[in-house]
């Protein structure tokens, strides 16, 4: 069973930092896509920003410039370093996996507020 477990989520201050890890475990069989979606309240979940294993890095307009998507292949793990957060950064943000197979894996969530 695959489980996709979100950490480092938080608190910040409008203009921090914050790096969310997403840690893969279980059986994959191969990985063509790691991403981070957000969801703010009364508003539909949102692609952030996503890997496309050996192709590309693509990022939301909203986002561009600010965060920066990276993977550690040997420990399955994805992770998402947020700078310069904004108010409307507010959001719970959700991990995903995708396989060759077409099969898509979603972490529970962690949440991130931005607020004084």
């Known amino acids: 069973q695959v489980q996709l477990v979100e950490s480092g989520g938080g608190l910040v201050q409008p203009g921090g930092s914050l790096r969310l890890s997403c840690a893969a475990s279980g059986s994959i069989f191969r990985i063509y896509a790691m991403g981070w979606s957000r969801q703010a309240p009364g508003k539909q979940r949102e692609l952030v920003a996503r890997?496309?294993?050996?192709?590309?890095?693509n990022y939301a307009d909203s986002v561009k410039g600010r965060f920066t998507i990276s993977r550690d292949n040997a420990k399955n793990t994805v992770y998402l370093q947020m700078n310069s957060l904004k108010p409307e950064d507010t959001a719970v943000y959700y991990c995903n996996i995708n396989d060759i197979l077409g099969k898509e894996y979603w972490g529970q969530g962690t949440q991130v507020t931005v607020s004084s």
């Open positions: 890997i496309i294993v050996g192709a590309s890095t």
